[in-house]
Each structure stands twice: as structure tokens, then as C-alpha cells.
């Protein structure tokens, strides 16, 4: 059983993988929007991390992020990078230190 579930999950991530290479390669919004939403679907049905990639697109409106519809700022002061969504406006952060500890922790465990 427990192979099993492990298959699953390597095929899942194997779909998001896809998923974000189709996105990359995206030239409408909308449909790069979808593809966000449904690698992200997967990733909550079967469990498997987004990890870096959660950094890609805006949280809320699942906007796959490039130059023209986003921010993107270093705080060297607070540690952290900026990215603003200009599609909805959401802001968001996320430590720099804390995500490379968090990779040494993962790496540790396995
Ligand atoms: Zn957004």
C-alpha cells in the first residue's frame, strides 16, 4: 500500500511539473491562471508540496508571476522579498533566511 501511495505521489508531482512548464510557456493570462489552479488542485488532493514554486504565482488569483504583472523586491533590512500582484493587488513575503533553513532542514531529514 504504502508503494502505492508513493507512485501516486511521484506521478503527481510529475503532473505539476508539466503543468508549470506549460504555464512558462504561456502567452494568455487566463489560461496560464488555470493551469496554476489545477497544479495546485493536485498538489492539495495528493499532498505534495509546492515547495519554490508556491513563489511563482499570487495566492489569490493564481496570476502566474512575470515582469509585467508583478513586483518583485528585495528588504535586505527585514529579510525577506516582496512581490506584489498588479493583477489583484495582493501582496505577499517571504523570508529568504527562513526558506533556505527550511531546505537544510528538509534535506537533513531525508
Ligand atoms: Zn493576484
Redesign the pocket.
Known sequence: MYRDEEKFKEIAKERIEILFELVRRCSDEELARNYVKLAKRISEFCNVRLKDKKALF?K????FFNSKNSKVRLNPKKKRVEIL?L????KRFYGYVKEVKLKRKNKNNC
Open positions: 499570487c489569490k488569483c493564481f496570476t500582484c493583477n489583484c493587488g495582493y
